[in-house]
């Protein structure tokens, strides 16, 4: 038994994953401190609030596995049994504090977590030590939880076509390869726990570890990582160098018959058109300018998306900016009834041919204000916060930005914007159509 719990991936956050590099200035103005303790990247960011959290954040997404499946695995089997504590007392003794230990995992990152009440911080700090040095991972673990953890989550997302067709859709635009590797661990793709145990090896060592706070002075938490952490070893293996990523682009239609016919929406189409992007702050302003989401409550809203979906009963459609280290993508997820989602689809590649021909300026303002107020808003998030600062600290050692990043937003135009939209659209497409794929559109029949 375990008590760690296992983020599942939720449409929202997919949704409205956007540019770190304003969002890093944001945190700044949070008051993180960052230093280095014995080579691992630290920062801390006290608020005053009853309760601390510590993350650990690795380099060992399922960008930089080493068979598919395995990043998978290793999420599910953090916080079993080490050479100090079984799973059982683990168990025991967190549920004591009152904390609460929880893994998530990225295309590029791994996620330790630890939330306890203010002043329990040498305990969890040295859980968190304890599972990245002396981990066992334990055969008996693997087939009894790990396995049925791994292949449960897999089933999950088999059944939601609006999280697959994400996972899907990177899979196809990198060829399964690097940023293409899939989050889930496939059961075509058998995972062992001898090879999940030699990914951690390689992964788990200080110069490939960053590890941040809230509710947690820097200092303390400098003196608990030099305490906990000292038996993580120096150096990861090269094995876990993944090397530049490529953008192909191309289409994948999966057939999808819903579990639960009953349900107003289950035999909507499922259609997700995406460009290659990146963390220019262009293409931040183009996801809240294409928007599709509501400000107001029981509103369409007013934005491209939104007005397109409006006009087909059941119908959804909103922009998506996905970033990573060296590229990303940026597109549009539609859902509708099938037989109207084609005409629905054809209107929202044309809202991006739009983009590409002129902005007004009141959109271009509308569009900036909204894409700085998701970028800062979602810092207040919990999962968001993690992968940002996460990701600054092993990209960077820093998570602390100059105010000029911020004004990147500020000084989009409306001539430089429609310019990168159009390069984009030069590029290859990447689509994925999930549903009855015999009614649901290609790309050749949008672009």
Same mark, same amino acid.
């Given at each position: 038994?375990?008590?760690?719990?296992?983020?599942?991936?939720?449409?929202?956050?997919?949704?409205?994953?956007?540019?770190?590099?304003?969002?890093?200035?944001?945190?700044?103005?949070?008051?993180?401190?960052?230093?280095?303790?014995?080579?691992?990247?630290?920062?801390?960011?006290?608020?005053?609030?009853?309760?601390?959290?510590?993350?650990?954040?690795?380099?060992?997404?399922?960008?930089?596995?080493?068979?598919?499946?395995?990043?998978?695995?290793?999420?599910?089997?953090?916080?079993?049994?080490?050479?100090?504590?079984?799973?059982?007392?683990?168990?025991?003794?967190?549920?004591?504090?009152?904390?609460?230990?929880?893994?998530?995992?990225?295309?590029?990152?791994?996620?330790?977590?630890?939330?306890?009440?203010?002043?329990?911080?040498?305990?969890?700090?040295?859980?968190?030590?304890?599972?990245?040095?002396?981990?066992?991972?334990?055969?008996?673990?693997?087939?009894?939880?790990?396995?049925?953890?791994?292949?449960?989550?897999?089933?999950?997302?088999?059944?939601?076509?609006?999280?697959?067709?994400?996972?899907?859709?990177?899979?196809?635009?990198?060829?399964?390869?690097?940023?293409?590797?899939?989050?889930?661990?496939?059961?075509?793709?058998?995972?062992?726990?001898?090879g999940v145990s030699s990914y951690a090896k390689?992964?788990?060592?200080?110069?490939?570890?960053?590890?941040?706070?809230?509710?947690?002075?820097?200092?303390?938490?400098?003196?608990?990582?030099?305490?906990?952490?000292?038996?993580?070893?120096?150096?990861?293996?090269?094995?876990?160098?993944?090397?530049?990523?490529?953008?192909?682009?191309?289409?994948?239609?999966?057939?999808?018959?819903?579990?639960?016919?009953?349900?107003?929406?289950?035999?909507?189409?499922?259609?997700?058109?995406?460009? /290659?992007?990146?963390?220019?702050?262009?293409?931040? &302003?183009?996801? =809240? !300018? @294409?928007?599709?989401? #509501?400000? +107001?409550?029981?509103?369409?809203?007013?934005?491209?998306?939104?007005?397109?979906?409006?006009?087909?009963?059941?119908?959804?459609?909103?922009?998506?900016?996905?970033?990573?280290?060296?590229?990303?993508?940026?597109?549009?997820?539609?859902?509708?009834?099938?037989?109207?989602?084609?005409?629905?689809?054809?209107?929202?590649?044309?809202?991006?041919?739009?983009?590409?021909?002129?902005?007004?300026?009141?959109?271009?303002?509308?569009?900036?204000?909204?894409?700085?107020?998701?970028?800062?808003?979602?810092? /207040?998030?919990?999962?968001?916060?993690?992968?940002? &600062?996460?990701? =600054? !600290? @092993?990209?960077?050692? #820093?998570? +602390?930005m100059s105010d000029e990043v911020v004004s990147?937003?500020?000084?989009?135009?409306?001539?430089?914007?429609?310019?990168?939209?159009?390069?984009?659209?030069?590029?290859?497409?990447?689509?994925?159509?999930?549903?009855?794929?015999?009614?649901?559109?290609?790309?050749?029949?949008?672009?």
């Amino acid at each position: 038994m375990s008590l760690a719990r296992v983020a599942t991936p939720c449409r929202s956050s997919l949704l409205r994953t956007a540019a770190a590099s304003p969002v890093s200035a944001a945190i700044a103005r949070r008051g993180y401190a960052t230093q280095k303790v014995d080579n691992i990247p630290l920062a801390a960011y006290d608020n005053g609030s009853p309760t601390s959290a510590v993350t650990v954040a690795i380099r060992a997404g399922a960008r930089y596995e080493t068979s598919p499946g395995i990043a998978n695995g290793l999420k599910h089997f953090l916080f079993k049994s080490n050479a100090k504590r079984s799973a059982l007392r683990l168990v025991r003794e967190s549920e004591l504090y009152g904390g609460l230990l929880s893994t998530s995992l990225s295309k590029e990152h791994l996620f330790l977590t630890a939330e306890f009440l203010r002043g329990d911080e040498d305990f969890f700090v040295e859980i968190l030590g304890d599972v990245l040095s002396s981990s066992k991972f334990a055969t008996h673990e693997f087939n009894e939880e790990v396995l049925p953890a791994s292949r449960a989550e897999y089933e999950q997302v088999a059944g939601n076509p609006s999280i697959l067709g994400f996972d899907v859709l990177t899979q196809t635009a990198y060829r399964q390869r690097g940023l293409g590797a899939s989050l889930y661990a496939s059961p075509s793709s058998p995972i062992s726990a001898s090879g999940v145990s030699s990914y951690a090896k390689g992964a788990f060592a200080r110069d490939n570890i960053a590890v941040f706070g809230t509710g947690i002075t820097q200092d303390k938490l400098s003196s608990l990582v030099s305490k906990s952490f000292s038996g993580v070893p120096g150096t990861s293996t090269g094995a876990l160098n993944a090397g530049p990523s490529t953008y192909f682009g191309g289409e994948q239609r999966v057939d999808f018959a819903p579990h639960h016919a009953d349900s107003p929406k289950a035999h909507n189409g499922h259609f997700f058109l995406a460009f /290659e992007g990146g963390s220019s702050p262009e293409f931040a &302003v183009l996801r =809240a !300018l @294409l928007g599709g989401e #509501s400000s +107001v409550k029981w509103s369409k809203g007013l934005s491209p998306l939104a007005q397109a979906a409006a006009k087909v009963n059941g119908g959804h459609a909103e922009a998506f900016n996905l970033t990573f280290s060296d590229s990303g993508l940026i597109g549009a997820y539609i859902t509708a009834p099938t037989a109207t989602l084609p005409a629905l689809a054809k209107e929202v590649a044309g809202a991006f041919k739009s983009a590409a021909s002129s902005v007004s300026s009141e959109d271009l303002q509308r569009a900036i204000a909204k894409a700085k107020f998701d970028l800062t808003s979602q810092m /207040e998030t919990k999962e968001h916060g993690r992968a940002f &600062v996460g990701a =600054a !600290l @092993l990209n960077k050692g #820093s998570v +602390v930005m100059s105010d000029e990043v911020v004004s990147q937003l500020e000084g989009v135009k409306a001539q430089g914007l429609s310019a990168a939209v159009d390069k984009m659209l030069k590029g290859k497409a990447t689509t994925v159509a999930i549903g009855d794929v015999r009614q649901l559109p290609y790309a050749d029949d949008l672009l």
